[in-house]
């Protein structure tokens, strides 16, 4: 069988299409769950009747290996899937975790998804939009939030209320393995995430690696800003910016004694530092990344 | 001004928010740079400050400058440079390539009273940033092509598609066989991991330009290129393609850096190793290739089918 394959355009991808990594599923609630394959993480809840699965994990066999995943805690079927956001790694694969699933996504992930048309990403087929949304699933309230542009496109925050419970994915990690901050928005990144401690929760749960607790989720907001500031220190006191050595130097120097204990700081430092300082360089990218927000193009997607 | 370059009190910040710390002023903000100049062909010129490049036009009563260069000092080294090549010739026009800050950030601190050409798409961006020292335009073109003979100049600025930033737009200029533009064709693997580029439609929309009769392209970065080095450099990025979703199915975490440089050099570098810039860079524009596989375009622009039909 040939694998749904994305971006992919390569026969040789059809290997890694179809690998079903092991999962590790853990209980959160007497209803959500947590899944893992060791590095992308998602959330599913037992409703009534069914089961509601947010995102899809990255690939055919690790969407078919979530849905086993699921299937070894209940026996209910996967009617709904939430898109947290538009990203293949986490949303791409919806027609292999449940074909003939209600698809929730917000209006711009909805919009980027049919423009992108990669194979395997189901369309939504519900949109929601605006800055909250509470919908009633098969008896279960979801609490859905887009304090404005983090990460991604149409990027939704899930609000767990009655247990008191974050989950966003690919914002906010509890270490610093971040890599390159692939399509982070940092006119506004903080700001908006460090919106979410208005709200009463004491568990983080982002969409990789472990999970944290609010205290750890306001430390990562003080890292990414962290960042922010010894990177334009860097720009205005002449470090060469575009070098790889010089920024890890700089930055490392600025955080090593107040974050250096983060999982993955010396691996990662120097490439968040590339990429952040090149924000102040430039003036971030596109209408996301402005104070108000918006996006050019968007006749592109009617 | 004095003549020994000193900093103005309060120099422009653009969009750093760090100021306070320096007393106000950041100190690379107003730092002169020496701008050099050399003639491209007929009435067009170009200057550098090393590592970004622009080009300026010599007109009847004044001149046609594009882009600012990254910060205030630099802007004010531009007009400078401009100065001494046209000493009696006012820059009353300035022509932005797109609207990211360290190519048109400074327009305030090079000619705050010349007219300003922008692309629609760049406009919004620089009125929806605020970034202090970037003005907006004063005369938006909106489409793919506008005609303007200002000043006994004419030229073209054709904006393809999304390749680079927002409203990116080329100049042409027709009689003098002369293309224009910045921050998507450069010597070698320049780019870091290629910031704001949109890697989906970018090639087909390059390639658009070959259906144009020029010979020099001048770039935003480093020097001039032929026709066949323009090509050469697409080949390059086309190769990353492949290259991109190869290393996924390698195995390869586009987040280790010493993987990703270990399996650049073993794939990449047979052939590119020599290319301007490659061990800085070609590591992270591969990494950057691998996420157009591994979280798909970005936005709207990312994700844009292009339009490839010749100009």
Same mark, same amino acid.
């Given at each position: 069988?040939?694998?749904?394959?994305?971006?992919?355009?390569?026969?040789?991808?059809?290997?890694?299409?179809?690998?079903?990594?092991?999962?590790?599923?853990?209980?959160?609630?007497?209803?959500?769950?947590?899944?893992?394959?060791?590095?992308?993480?998602?959330?599913?809840?037992?409703?009534?009747?069914?089961?509601?699965?947010?995102?899809?994990?990255?690939?055919?066999?690790?969407?078919?290996?979530?849905?086993?995943?699921?299937?070894?805690?209940?026996?209910?079927?996967?009617?709904?899937?939430?898109?947290?956001?538009?990203?293949?790694?986490?949303?791409?694969?919806?027609?292999?975790?449940?074909?003939?699933?209600?698809?929730?996504?917000?209006?711009?992930?909805?919009?980027?998804?049919?423009?992108?048309?990669?194979?395997?990403?189901?369309?939504?087929?519900?949109?929601?939009?605006?800055?909250?949304?509470?919908?009633?699933?098969?008896?279960?309230?979801?609490?859905?939030?887009?304090?404005?542009?983090?990460?991604?496109?149409?990027?939704?925050?899930?609000?767990?209320?009655?247990?008191?419970?974050?989950?966003?994915?690919?914002?906010?990690?509890?270490?610093?393995?971040?890599?390159?901050?692939?399509?982070?928005?940092?006119?506004?990144?903080?700001?908006?995430?460090?919106?979410?401690?208005?709200?009463?929760?004491?568990?983080?749960?982002?969409?990789?690696?472990?999970?944290?607790?609010?205290?750890?989720?306001?430390?990562?907001?003080?890292?990414?800003?962290?960042?922010?500031?010894?990177?334009?220190?860097?720009?205005?006191?002449?470090?060469?910016?575009?070098?790889?050595?010089?920024?890890?130097?700089?930055?490392?120097?600025?955080?090593?004694?107040?974050?250096?204990?983060?999982?993955?700081?010396?691996?990662?430092?120097?490439?968040?530092?590339?990429?952040?300082?090149?924000?102040?360089?430039?003036?971030?990218?596109?209408?996301?990344?402005?104070?108000?927000?918006?996006?050019?193009?968007?006749?592109?997607?009617? | 001004?004095?003549?020994?370059?000193?900093?103005?009190?309060?120099?422009?910040?653009?969009?750093?928010?760090?100021?306070?710390?320096?007393?106000?002023?950041?100190?690379?903000?107003?730092?002169?740079?020496?701008?050099?100049?050399?003639?491209?062909?007929?009435?067009?010129?170009?200057?550098?400050?090393?590592?970004?490049?622009?080009?300026? +036009?010599?007109?009847?009563?004044?001149?046609?400058?594009?882009?600012?260069?990254?910060?205030?000092?630099?802007?004010?080294?531009?007009?400078?440079?401009?100065?001494?090549?046209?000493?009696?010739?006012?820059?009353?026009?300035?022509?932005?390539?797109?609207?990211?800050?360290?190519?048109?950030?400074?327009?305030?601190?090079?000619?705050?009273?010349?007219?300003?050409?922008?692309?629609? /798409?760049?406009?919004?961006?620089?009125?929806?940033?605020?970034?202090?020292?970037?003005?907006?335009?004063?005369? +938006?073109?909106?489409?793919?092509?506008?005609?303007?003979?200002?000043?006994?100049?004419?030229?073209?600025?054709?904006?393809?598609?999304?390749?680079?930033?927002?409203?990116?737009?080329?100049?042409?200029?027709?009689?003098?066989?002369? =293309?224009?533009?910045?921050?998507?064709?450069?010597?070698?693997?320049?780019?870091?991991?290629?910031?704001?580029?949109?890697?989906?439609?970018?090639?087909?929309?390059?390639?658009?330009? =070959?259906?144009?009769?020029?010979?020099?392209?001048?770039?935003?970065?480093?020097?001039?290129?032929?026709?066949?080095?323009?090509?050469?450099?697409?080949?390059?990025?086309?190769? /990353?393609?492949?290259?991109?979703?190869?290393?996924?199915?390698?195995?390869?975490?586009?987040?280790?850096?010493?993987?990703?440089?270990?399996?650049?050099?073993?794939?990449?570098?047979?052939?590119?190793?020599?290319?301007?810039?490659?061990?800085?860079?070609?590591?992270?524009? =591969?990494?950057?290739?691998?996420?157009?596989?591994?979280?798909?375009?970005?936005?709207?622009?990312?994700?844009?089918?292009?339009?490839?039909?010749?100009?």
């Amino acid at each position: 069988m040939k694998e749904n394959r994305g971006n992919f355009t390569a026969d040789a991808a059809q290997a890694y299409l179809a690998y079903e990594p092991p999962m590790e599923t853990e209980q959160l609630s007497s209803a959500i769950w947590t899944v893992t394959d060791g590095q992308g993480r998602a959330v599913f809840i037992v409703a009534d009747s069914s089961v509601i699965a947010f995102d899809t994990f990255g690939s055919p066999g690790k969407a078919r290996a979530y849905a086993k995943a699921i299937a070894t805690v209940t026996d209910k079927p996967i009617k709904t899937i939430i898109y947290t956001h538009d990203h293949l790694d986490h949303a791409g694969f919806a027609q292999d975790l449940a074909t003939d699933a209600e698809i929730i996504a917000d209006e711009m992930c909805a919009k980027v998804i049919k423009l992108r048309g990669a194979e395997g990403q189901t369309v939504p087929t519900r949109i929601v939009n605006g800055k909250e949304n509470e919908l009633i699933i098969d008896g279960v309230t979801v609490k859905l939030l887009n304090p404005g542009p983090t990460h991604g496109t149409g990027h939704l925050t899930v609000f767990f209320t009655a247990e008191k419970m974050l989950y966003s994915s690919d914002t906010i990690l509890a270490n610093a393995k971040y890599g390159f901050l692939p399509d982070y928005h940092f006119c506004q990144f903080v700001n908006n995430m460090r919106s979410f401690l208005d709200l009463e929760w004491d568990k983080f749960i982002p969409g990789r690696y472990e999970l944290t607790d609010r205290a750890g989720f306001e430390r990562g907001c003080n890292f990414i800003e962290a960042i922010q500031i010894a990177c334009q220190c860097a720009f205005a006191e002449f470090v060469p910016i575009w070098a790889y050595e010089p920024m890890y130097g700089y930055v490392h120097g600025k955080l090593n004694e107040e974050y250096g204990d983060l999982e993955g700081f010396n691996e990662h430092i120097g490439q968040m530092a590339i990429r952040i300082v090149h924000h102040y360089l430039m003036g971030g990218w596109g209408l996301e990344d402005t104070p108000e927000g918006g996006f050019n193009l968007l006749a592109e997607t009617s | 001004m004095s003549d020994n370059h000193d900093h103005a009190p309060c120099e422009h910040c653009g969009i750093f928010t760090v100021a306070a710390q320096y007393g106000g002023n950041i100190p690379i903000q107003g730092a002169w740079r020496d701008i050099t100049y050399d003639p491209v062909r007929d009435n067009i010129w170009t200057a550098t400050d090393g590592a970004h490049r622009t080009i300026f +036009v010599e007109g009847k009563k004044g001149v046609i400058a594009f882009d600012t260069f990254m910060s205030p000092g630099t802007a004010r080294a531009y007009t400078a440079a401009i100065g001494r090549v046209f000493p009696k010739k006012p820059i009353h026009t300035i022509v932005y390539s797109h609207e990211h800050l360290d190519h048109c950030g400074y327009a305030a601190d090079m000619a705050p009273n010349a007219d300003i050409i922008a692309h629609e /798409l760049a406009n919004k961006v620089i009125i929806a940033r605020g970034s202090e020292g970037q003005l907006p335009g004063t005369e +938006v073109w909106e489409g793919e092509r506008k005609s303007y003979l200002i000043d006994d100049v004419y030229f073209e600025m054709l904006y393809p598609g999304p390749t680079h930033g927002d409203g990116n737009a080329a100049a042409y200029f027709p009689q003098s066989k002369v =293309l224009f533009m910045v921050d998507t064709v450069a010597a070698g693997a320049g780019y870091c991991t290629l910031f704001d580029w949109h890697l989906k439609p970018y090639i087909s929309i390059m390639r658009r330009f =070959l259906s144009l009769d020029w010979d020099i392209f001048v770039p935003g970065h480093f020097w001039t290129l032929t026709r066949k080095q323009f090509i050469e450099v697409l080949d390059y990025w086309d190769s /990353l393609n492949d290259f991109g979703q190869q290393a996924i199915i390698d195995g390869i975490d586009p987040h280790n850096w010493e993987q990703l440089n270990s399996y650049t050099n073993e794939k990449i570098g047979p052939k590119h190793a020599h290319d301007f810039r490659y061990y800085e860079y070609a590591a992270m524009n =591969l990494s950057r290739y691998m996420q157009e596989y591994l979280s798909g375009g970005w936005g709207i622009e990312g994700n844009m089918a292009p339009n490839t039909n010749p100009f």
